[in-house]
């Protein structure tokens, strides 16, 4: 996966992958691929962070709805076909990606939400 996403993997547990990409090209389609096609990856939360350009793409997480739900409503962005939250390195204005508050929210501030989730 790290080889396809142009990325390191920086972050492996029972709850997520996060993957940190050397560039701002979004390739999270082949998330989506490989957890349709792999059973091991099926629950698997992936947070895709691209590198930091304003205006750009800056995270993709695919996983758990709610979590999509939670992040959508916490710090803006927008589900797209229901499948991925995604998230703009940028303010939000009408109809935009962008990020609610004053800044976006950080990769560590993500992955803690992720991580200290119940699922149960």
Same mark, same amino acid.
């Given at each position: ?14 709850? $997520? ?12 389609? !082949? /998330? ?5 096609? @792999? #059973? ?6 992936? $947070? ?12 993709? !997480? /695919? ?5 999509? @739900? #939670? ?50």
């Amino acid at each position: 996966m790290e080889e396809k996403l142009i990325g390191k993997a920086v972050l492996v547990s029972d709850k $997520l992958i996060h993957i940190k990409a050397s560039h701002n090209e979004d390739r999270s389609g !082949f /998330i989506s691929f490989v957890k349709s096609r @792999n #059973l091991n990856f099926e629950n698997t939360n992936v $947070l895709y962070e691209l590198e930091t350009n304003e205006h750009a793409l800056k995270f993709v !997480f /695919i996983g758990d709805d709610f979590l999509m @739900n #939670l992040f959508l409503d916490a710090f803006g962005g927008a589900l797209l076909g229901l499948k991925f939250w995604v998230l703009y390195n940028t303010p939000k204005k009408s109809n935009s990606f962008g990020y609610s508050g004053k800044e976006a929210p950080t990769a560590d501030m993500l992955k803690s939400i992720i991580e200290n989730f119940c699922y149960e």
